[in-house]
């Protein structure tokens, strides 16, 4: 095992093993429940559990172990994605009410897109958010729409006016020649009691938008209807859709979708499967999974026992261009040492990448800031960029295989930075677009210098030293949940 300097401090991680898509995020009794695609025993076992967090405030979590197992014959190759719902019962008790994705691998001769593959809507429900009530089957393969193929997946349930809905993503089977033409899609489902399920419309594009959409969400905000979800197979171009399969968002006006209105959510190295929620204070949440499914680039923290983890949440409103993110203000009570620079230049120095920067009036068309010679984010011919130089060396080579990330951006006004070990996500322009991904950097031993060069005379930049969260693993959970391995 190599020292793991990597371990984030106020990002969401799997304490061993893998994770990816958040599940299940909700706000329930008092408290923040952020459940996880999780995979305890990996990599001797990839089959895929929720994980789960609990947290009052955003920043002192409790593990609580393995939340639901694939247990049953509708799961039994992996409890997938899914979503909360909170409900309230009619004598006023709140219940927490899962729906997720019981993945089933059928043995034999199959290509798993036009067979072998179940995808089960799957209900459980929890009066504690801690113990679940027997699994039920909601909805199997032949309930779906003839010509899906087997990838129907990924429910996110909401209530409004007076009934339940849902949206799995799906791929539309657009032919079976040799060169399908597979659609991306979303099934809306419509229930009076959110048991009984019937399909209400198809999402969906007239010319196919990437084979499948994964992890779909439906939200309104400030009166418009926003459709999230995860589109894969879209070409690659020099300023979109540059990582292997991409996530974002779309306003919903009727029953088709205008795809050049897709808005990235991210523009980073890896961002994927996000999922929102509301809170008590009307706040609406996004956390996201810093990680892709099937990316070229290395993550070491593998010879560590775990990958993957969480963007922080980011709480979304309404900005003049689109949806504005910006880190969820709870964060802000890990700040310490804080010190502010104005003018045009700044020079600052970490000891172990856990920092929150942050400058404001920019007014420049050329700006940069480096962490040592190995990260540069740069803004220049009004495209900014986020570079790792090709190094010859791992200790050089922060990337790890991740080169550049691109977004056109008619000018820059200010920007945050949040590092944490090995993640790093960044803001600009009031939130207005993002970059998210991971990084590999070698410890110095006189720390590392953060350059900032070009921000013009009257920017003001801030720069914090970043605590990290409180995390701790609740034993008695954990262990009355027993381990999956
Ligand atoms: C997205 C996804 C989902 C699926 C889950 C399985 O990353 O492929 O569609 O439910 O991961 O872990």
């Not at 300097?5 to 106020?10: D, P, S, V």
């Not at 994605?81 to 008790?93: H, K, T």
Request: with cysteine.
């Amino acid at each position: 095992m190599r020292e793991d300097r990597y371990r984030m401090g106020f990002h969401l991680m799997p304490p061993q093993g893998w994770l990816n898509d958040p599940n299940g995020l909700c706000r329930f009794g008092g408290e923040y429940h952020v459940f996880f695609q999780y995979a305890p025993g990996w990599p001797r076992c990839g089959q895929k559990c929720w994980g789960h967090y609990i947290s009052a405030d955003l920043v002192n979590w409790r593990f609580a172990g393995t939340a639901l197992r694939p247990d049953r014959d509708f799961d039994r190759d992996g409890v997938y994605s899914g979503s909360a719902l909170v409900g309230r019962e009619p004598e006023g008790r709140q219940n927490m009410r899962i729906y997720y994705t019981g993945n089933v691998k059928l043995d034999g001769d199959h290509d798993y897109v036009d067979s072998g593959r179940e995808a089960n809507v799957i209900y459980t429900e929890s009066a504690d958010g801690i113990h679940f009530s027997e699994k039920q089957l909601l909805l199997t393969h032949e309930d779906y729409p003839p010509d899906y193929t087997c990838h129907v997946r990924d429910p996110k349930v909401f209530f409004e006016n007076g009934s339940y809905y849902m949206v799995l993503g799906g791929r539309k089977r657009g032919g079976v020649s040799r060169q399908r033409k597979d659609y991306g899609a979303v099934l809306l489902y419509r229930s009076a009691d959110g048991m009984k399920w019937e399909l209400n419309r198809e999402i969906t594009t007239p010319e196919p938008f990437g084979y499948m959409w994964e992890c779909p969400d439906l939200f309104s905000m400030a009166q418009q209807t926003v459709l999230s979800f995860c589109p894969q197979g879209l070409k690659a171009e020099l300023y979109r859709f540059q990582n292997t399969d991409q996530s974002g968002y779309v306003r919903l006006d009727g029953e088709t979708v205008n795809t050049a209105n897709f808005t990235e959510w991210d523009m980073g190295f890896e961002f994927y499967a996000p999922q929102t929620f509301e809170d008590e204070q009307g706040r609406r949440l996004l956390i996201g999974w810093t990680g892709l499914p099937d990316t070229p680039y290395e993550n070491p923290t593998g010879e560590c026992g775990w990958l993957h983890c969480l963007t922080v949440p980011r709480e979304l409103t309404r900005g003049d261009g689109g949806i504005l993110q910006n880190p969820a203000a709870e964060l802000q009570q890990l700040r310490e040492d804080g010190q502010t620079y104005t003018g045009d230049s700044a020079a600052m120095n970490t000891g172990d990448f856990s920092f929150w920067l942050q400058t404001e009036r920019i007014e420049t068309d050329r700006f940069q800031i480096s962490m040592g010679d190995h990260l540069f984010l740069k803004y220049e011919n009004k495209v900014f960029t986020w570079e790792f130089p090709d190094g010859k060396t791992e200790a050089e080579d922060w990337g790890r295989g991740r080169r550049i990330r691109r977004m056109k951006l008619e000018k820059l006004t200010d920007i945050q930075v949040l590092c944490d070990h090995s993640v790093l996500e960044l803001f600009v322009n009031g939130g207005s677009r993002a970059m998210c991904g991971r990084f590999y950097p070698e410890v110095l031993k006189d720390g590392c210098t953060i350059r900032i060069q070009g921000c013009g005379s009257r920017a003001v930049t801030h720069f914090w030293h970043m605590k990290a969260m409180e995390v701790r693993e609740d034993e008695t959970l954990i262990g009355n949940r027993g381990s999956t391995d």
